[in-house]
């Protein structure tokens, strides 16, 4: 079965410096999201992406925050001066259409980012 | 108000019980919903669909009333690998899923 797949799988950083969070979604999919856990909280929607721009973004999603898909397989998730809330799981999501149906999100196993 | 709430647990049950799950949501423009399942430390993944008419995949049993904006999840004879994290999940018009804050299960021998 074809996955997401992210890397790294854990990504240590110190407060100011930039991460880029790498993602490859399901081949033939058009949709593509991010979304983060902070620990022991519950999983909250970044970004969604279709068609070469963002569709949505939350309140999370700030400037210091963004997503490009700079070649057909790859979606990445910069932040540009990381703070110590940024600390979570971050999860790549895609999915063939908008969400609806019976598989609406396939989930990447995440990145773990910790900033020191 | 939380879109979607949830009771967070934990239910600790005997391997055998049957066990039930409430969500209720707040936008009465969600579409569609769903319940994914969480491991600890792991990303989500779809367990199933939730449709209005009630639908079962096996052990799991997944009940949808629009009036009370209310989903339920029943799993029957809980298995010790049942244990984990339940996501629900609601999915509305052109936003992005929201999810609850999850409801552990633990299943006990």
């Known amino acids: 079965e074809p996955e997401v797949t992210q890397t790294p799988s854990h990504q240590v950083t110190q407060m100011g410096q930039e991460v880029i969070l790498r993602c490859v979604p399901i081949?033939?999919?058009?949709?593509f999201y991010w979304y983060r856990q902070i620990l022991g909280q519950k999983v909250e929607f970044l970004v969604s992406?279709?068609?070469?721009?963002?569709?949505?973004k939350s309140e999370i999603f700030d400037d210091q925050f963004s997503v490009e898909r700079p070649d057909g397989s790859n979606f990445t998730l910069k932040i540009r001066s990381t703070k110590l809330e940024d600390s979570a799981m971050y999860f790549c999501?895609?999915?063939?259409?908008?969400?609806?149906?019976?598989?609406?999100?396939?989930f990447g196993n995440g990145t773990r980012l910790t900033v020191t | 108000r939380k879109e979607v709430e949830q009771d967070p647990g934990p239910f600790n049950v005997p391997e055998g019980a049957t066990v039930a799950f409430n969500c209720t949501y707040s936008?009465?423009?969600?579409?569609?919903f769903f319940w994914y399942r969480q491991d600890c430390r792991k990303e989500p993944k779809l367990l199933m669909s939730?449709?209005?008419s009630g639908n079962e995949d096996g052990r799991f049993t997944a009940q949808l009333n629009r009036a009370s904006q209310y989903i339920s999840l029943l799993i029957r004879d809980s298995k010790l690998s049942d244990s984990a994290t339940y996501l629900c999940?609601?999915?509305?018009?052109?936003?992005?899923?929201?999810f609850g804050s999850g409801t552990r299960l633990q299943v006990q021998p």
């Open positions: 999501a895609s999915s063939p259409d908008r969400g609806l149906g019976n598989s609406p999100l396939h």
């Open positions: 081949s033939n999919h058009l949709y």
């Open positions: 992406f279709y068609n070469n721009e963002i569709s949505e």
């Open positions: 936008n009465s423009a969600s579409q569609s």
């Open positions: 939730v449709y209005s």
């Open positions: 999940v609601a999915h509305t018009g052109r936003r992005a899923l929201t």
